[in-house]
């Protein structure tokens, strides 16, 4: 029992010696909940010209935007998973542009979402992410 102590307590120092030294609370590319994605996605904005501090709308859950947090982007508006989510979906263009239009009053640049299964042209894909952007500017 003892020793089966020890290896446990030595195994936990090694990955919290190797988290410090990754400067990531995770190891990436480990478990169902990756941050790869969302640290491509979040470098991606930045590329696009997004600088911490600016505010974004989504259409997805928004406790599943970490890309937000790693890129220091502010959530000013969204759509959460369920059926408003699907009414948006659903929606014809003109009504489309409409909540797009509200995104852009609440000073959103862009709005982030997961990548739609019938994605438009309105729609562009971050990188090799399950993301996508729609520019409001």
Not at 109 to 132: N, S
């Amino acid at each position: 029992v003892a020793i089966a102590v020890f290896c446990t307590m030595m195994l936990a120092t090694a990955d919290y010696n190797v988290r410090l030294g990754l400067h990531h609370s995770a190891i990436l590319g480990n478990g169902p909940n990756s941050t790869l994605g969302d640290l491509a996605a979040a470098e991606q904005l930045q590329q696009m010209g997004l600088k911490p501090g600016d505010k974004v709308g989504i259409i997805m859950n928004g406790t599943a935007a970490y890309w937000a947090h790693l890129a220091k982007l502010r959530i000013v508006a969204e759509i959460m998973d369920g059926p408003e989510q699907q009414e948006f979906w659903n929606a014809p263009p003109s009504l489309q542009q409409e909540v797009f239009d509200h995104f852009a009053v609440a000073h959103a640049r862009l709005v982030v979402t997961v990548c739609p299964v019938m994605a438009d042209l309105k729609w562009e894909r971050l990188g090799d992410t399950r993301y996508c952007v729609h520019r409001l500017e």
